[in-house]
């Protein structure tokens, strides 16, 4: 099984920036996928980007150009860059990772975008 550690959470102005990182921990040999989902007070959880082990990105069209997805593969990290952030931008953030053995969720990282 694979564990997953969040970090970067926080509380940050309209058009500000910040940086979410998970670090993976356990059975990261058989890691397909890694990426990120938020879920906001009264909307469903939604996918924001994923980044394959083969490094293709795919985003969704709301962060599109202003989001971006990176990962380190000697250290088992996935990075979510979040610029020009906006008020719908707000939502629990959630790290994923795919394996061929099944799915892994972090804990969950609170994203708040308010004056």
């Known amino acids: 099984q694979v564990q997953l550690v969040e970090s970067g959470g926080g509380l940050v102005q309209p058009g500000g920036s910040l940086r979410l990182n998970c670090a993976a921990s356990?059975?990261?040999?058989?890691?397909?996928?890694m990426g990120w989902y938020r879920q906001a007070p009264g909307k469903q959880r939604e996918l924001v980007a994923t980044i394959t082990s083969g490094g293709w990105t795919n985003y969704a069209d709301a962060v599109k150009g202003r989001f971006t997805i990176s990962r380190d593969i000697a250290k088992n990290t996935v990075d979510l860059q979040m610029n020009s952030l906006k008020p719908d931008d707000t939502a629990v953030y959630y790290c994923?990772?795919?394996?061929?053995?099944?799915?892994?969720w972090g804990q969950g990282t609170q994203v708040t975008v308010s004056s």
């Open positions: 994923n990772v795919v394996t061929r053995l099944g799915n892994s």
């Open positions: 356990g059975s990261v040999f058989t890691i397909l996928v």
